[in-house]
């Protein structure tokens, strides 16, 4: 009867510590992401992060696959991960990531523990399409092809004409 005892326990210990292991696992493959309004970033100097998160709490997004397409300017460190847009224009967010820099070096210099962060911009949830933050275009199979023309609404002639065969 011990013998039972013992297996069961081992068993019963074994089967937690899998259990522990894979959650940890997944819980570290989908880190939400917190999305947030890019016109928070000139608060970020002078708030608190209590006062922040509380004037600004943005939406949680549990996989970043799933953003709204545009530039973000991403800060993450440890289990922050703020994306600071969806921002239509590149060269807006380049201003905006230039202004949130100052802010964390600032920061870094008051607290140089801070350590292992990341800042930067980004087009998500996939790779840039251009430079110029327009979306780009589908390239079409051939060169000087006549785009597609428009079908005409249907009429209630068009519908008696199919109903009754007519040309």
Do not use: C
């Amino acid at each position: 009867m011990i013998s039972v005892s013992k297996r069961f326990k081992k068993a019963l210990f074994n089967g937690l510590i899998l259990w522990t292991l894979s959650f940890s696992s997944v819980a570290l493959a989908a880190t939400p992401v917190r999305m947030i309004d890019e016109s928070a970033i000139p608060f970020t100097s002078f708030l608190s992060k209590a006062e922040f998160d509380q004037r600004f709490p943005g939406r949680i997004i549990e996989d970043a696959s799933t953003l709204p397409s545009g530039w973000y300017v991403i800060y993450a460190h440890e289990s922050l991960n703020y994306y600071f847009g969806p921002i239509l224009l590149r060269s807006t967010g380049e201003d905006y990531l230039a202004q949130l820099q100052e802010t964390v070096e600032a920061a870094v210099a008051q607290r140089p523990s801070i350590q292992d962060y990341r800042l930067e911009l980004s087009y998500e949830p996939s790779t840039p399409p251009s430079d110029s933050g327009e979306p780009a275009a589908e390239e079409s199979s051939t060169p000087n092809s006549v785009p597609p023309q428009p079908q005409a609404p249907p009429t209630i002639w068009s519908f008696l004409k199919r109903i009754f065969s007519f040309w």
